[in-house]
């Protein structure tokens, strides 16, 4: 069973920056999407990005953090990393990390990776806070 265990969130000031990890263990299916999703109280998931398991294709499902987020993986450590950059407050939120296996069906890493959308496991959320 696939899991997922996030980690370096925090608090930080507007214009300041933080890398959220998620390390991979328990999978055997070889085609995986992974990638982020946010929740702010009171608001719907947001996607942010995903990227195909050991490859170069990643999709950013939100134009809110293009530019300022980064998605990258290290395929030796299992682990998915999401850099964020010059953070405002309205990036303050619990933060998920998400798979998705592909390559059998319809969805793809296109399709933003929030619950109800096929995702095949998610970890347990990491709280990023931004201070103006």
């Known amino acids: 069973q696939v899991q997922l265990v996030e980690s370096g969130g925090g608090s930080v000031q507007a214009g300041g920056s933080l890398r959220l990890s998620c390390e991979l263990s328990g999978y055997t299916y070889k085609l995986y999407c992974m990638g982020w999703f946010r929740q702010s109280p009171g608001k719907a998931p947001e996607g942010l990005a995903g990227i195909v398991i050991g490859s170069i294709s990643i999709y950013y499902h939100t134009d809110s953090v293009k530019g300022r987020f980064t998605i990258s993986q290290d395929n030796a450590k299992n682990t998915l990393y999401l850099q964020m950059n010059n953070l405002k407050p309205e990036d303050t939120a619990m933060y998920y990390c998400?798979?998705?296996?592909?390559?059998?069906?319809?969805?793809?890493?296109?399709?933003?990776?929030?619950?109800?959308?096929?995702?095949?496991?998610r970890g347990q959320g990491t709280l990023v806070t931004v201070s103006s």
């Open positions: 998400a798979a998705r296996r592909i390559g059998y069906g319809t969805m793809t890493c296109r399709d933003p990776l929030t619950p109800g959308n096929g995702l095949d496991a």
